[in-house]
């Protein structure tokens, strides 16, 4: 079976709550990887204290099996360190690969132009107009909306990792934005207010990913 890939590319002092539930969806599925890579490949230490080893530096090139890139947010986007992840970005943008990108991850999208002339959004866009400058010129085309999929893009504010989640599962077409809507509201409401989800999200992961 040929494996898909999907880069996360974390900073130090990353949102760990902004990685995991999507993560999560994306290691389950049969045929599926998560990699970590870090600017220098060097460990880094998230939000919540944890330490990560990644498995790598950050590509200046996306691997052939690469089918998405994701940004956590974090306290580090705006800072020499995100520069490194400029070139791996560009990449997918040109070759069509899912990008994803959430909480402060998206002011560096912007930064760099690539939210100019697509529905997008991220935690506020005076802000992002402040930092992005001259490379943003995309403020018609932002949503006051917790999450934005607009073809292979995605993004969200920092409140939203569940929808987030969601939106990618459907971008990478890992699931159908019915199944992913099935999975939200069990991991938003719980097992005792959606049960029939729970039983179906459960026997599809023990049949190993299938509906």
């Known amino acids: 079976m040929t494996m898909k890939t999907v880069l996360f590319i974390l900073l130090d002092r990353y949102a760990d709550w902004e990685a995991v539930p999507l993560a999560s969806v994306i290691n389950r599925q049969p045929g599926w ?10 460990p880094v230490r998230s939000l919540g204290g944890f330490t990560t ?18 940004l956590i947010g974090g ?12 070139a791996p970005v560009r990449d997918a943008a040109a070759r069509g690969i899912v990008i994803g990108a959430i909480c402060d991850a998206t002011v560096f999208l912007g930064r760099i132009g690539l939210l100019n002339d697509m529905p997008h959004t991220g935690n506020l866009l ?8 001259n490379g943003y010129s995309g403020s018609l085309f932002y949503r006051n909306e917790n ?14 990792a569940m929808e987030f989640a969601r939106e990618m599962a459907v971008a990478l077409e890992l699931m159908s934005a019915e199944d992913a809507a099935r999975w939200h509201r069990l991991f938003t409401l719980g097992f005792h207010a959606a ?3 729970a039983f179906w999200w459960f026997g599809r992961m023990n049949s190993g990913g299938e509906s």
């Open 195 to 197: 049960p029939e989800d």
């Open 147 to 160: 999450v934005v999929r607009s073809g292979r893009l995605v993004t969200a504010n920092g409140t939203a």
């Open 126 to 133: 005076p802000d992002l107009q402040d930092y992005a400058g």
């Open 75 to 86: 306290l580090s986007w705006r800072t020499e360190a995100a520069g490194a992840a400029e």
């Open 53 to 70: 080893v990644p498995e790598g530096a950050v590509p200046a090139q996306l691997p052939p099996d690469c089918a998405g890139v994701v």
């Open 33 to 42: 990887r998560v990699q970590t890579v870090s600017p220098a490949g060097s």
